[in-house]
């Protein structure tokens, strides 16, 4: 038996401020975590063709940048650096220097903005190595799992000394969130969060980004040996899992509108504050659409950030962050 006409959805649907009232998901500007792009040189900004609208800054840029966002609302900055060649080599090493463009950022934004602001940083060796790929290399090409997380651990603790808030392994290696959450402890860094990207898959939406931090042209080959295969779920549940257990304060899905099931199900299943990073890929694909005339770009970046937060994320890296807080403000 129907129930029309005394059921009529399309009666809290008829105008704005009934739908603004029945509105289930509220996006806000405090949702939202910025990537962006550090270079060497002062006063420099570097147009990345792949990601068009945005750019990468040298360290005073990027301090400029955590201003602005502070001003915007948005709480966050997540940091990626494009090292200069000739300091990448086979080992990343460049990853333990404390000097290094990812430590004078952290500095300059704290110096700037206090604690007006987070500052996440990237853990992996794929920014510094002359090889492109997250870890350690044997002869054989394989990216080896121990003597890399012990590399990571050394980052990440170099990361914290220079004023890091949040490190975020984006690496996949087994076993780095235990080994980085003790190194913490054991170095006075007891609040440095870990945002672990739990369940990270090998994706095909990264170029733009490996563009940006200049790894893509150096990079042979792929990362399907640590990242995950876009055909498993019930393996992205027990990544996450693993990571929980051995301290991870949040975890995150990457990529994030082709995984939003990901991101619902690990948010259901466990609990606990989930984030997905919408990747360069996306950012690049929503510039493309808009670009072309087949969309309009600030009616497809709030749509598909409010999806996530209707998924279960808490938040959302995303390099359209600036002007979806312009957008929300
Ligand atoms: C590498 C890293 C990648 C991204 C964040 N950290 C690329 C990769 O795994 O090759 C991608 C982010 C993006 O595409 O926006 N550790």
């Known amino acids: 038996m129907s129930s029309y006409p005394n059921l009529r959805l399309r009666r809290t649907r008829a105008s704005a401020w009934s739908r603004a009232l029945y509105r289930e998901t509220v996006l806000t500007p405090a949702d939202l975590i910025w990537p962006v792009f550090v270079t060497e040189g002062q006063g420099v900004t570097e147009e990345i063709g792949s990601l068009p609208g945005v750019s990468r800054g040298s360290v005073d840029v990027i301090a400029a940048r955590a201003k602005e966002a502070v001003a915007l609302g948005i709480p966050c900055l997540a940091l990626f650096p494009n090292t200069p060649g000739h300091l990448r080599d086979e080992d990343g090493s460049e990853a333990h220097n404390p000097d290094n463009l990812m430590c004078r950022a952290i500095r300059a934004i704290k110096d700037a903005c206090g604690e007006d602001i987070g500052v996440l940083t990237d853990v992996a060796l794929d920014p510094y190595t002359s090889h492109g790929q997250d870890g350690l290399l044997d002869e054989a090409g394989y990216v080896v799992n121990d003597a890399t997380v012990d590399a990571l651990v050394q980052q990440a603790l170099n990361q914290a000394s220079a004023g890091a808030d949040i490190v975020a392994p984006s690496d996949m290696m087994d076993g780095r969130i235990a080994?980085?959450?003790?190194?913490?402890?054991?170095?006075?860094?007891?609040?440095?969060?870990?945002?672990?990207?739990?369940?990270?898959?090998?994706?095909?939406?990264?170029?733009?980004?490996?563009?940006?931090?200049?790894?893509?042209?150096?990079?042979?080959?792929?990362?399907?040996?640590?990242?995950?295969?876009?055909?498993?779920?019930?393996?992205?549940?027990?990544?996450?899992?693993?990571?929980?257990?051995?301290?991870?304060?949040?975890?995150?899905v990457k990529p994030g509108l082709p995984y939003l099931d990901i991101v619902r199900r690990v948010k259901e299943m466990f609990q606990v504050p989930v984030f997905a990073y919408q990747v360069s890929g996306e950012y690049a694909m929503i510039e493309a659409a808009a670009a072309a005339g087949a969309g309009d770009r600030d009616a497809l970046v709030l749509e598909t950030l409010t999806a996530f937060k209707r998924a279960g994320a808490s938040g959302v890296l995303t390099y359209h962050a600036p002007l979806a807080a312009k957008l929300l403000g």
């Open 179 to 252: 080994a980085i959450r003790e190194g913490l402890e054991e170095t006075g860094h007891a609040n440095v969060q870990l945002m672990a990207y739990a369940a990270k898959y090998a994706s095909a939406f990264y170029g733009p980004f490996r563009d940006a931090v200049g790894s893509g042209g150096l990079l042979k080959g792929d990362k399907k040996t640590y990242q995950m295969d876009p055909a498993n779920a019930e393996e992205a549940l027990r990544e996450v899992e693993l990571d929980l257990a051995e301290g991870a304060d949040s975890v995150m």
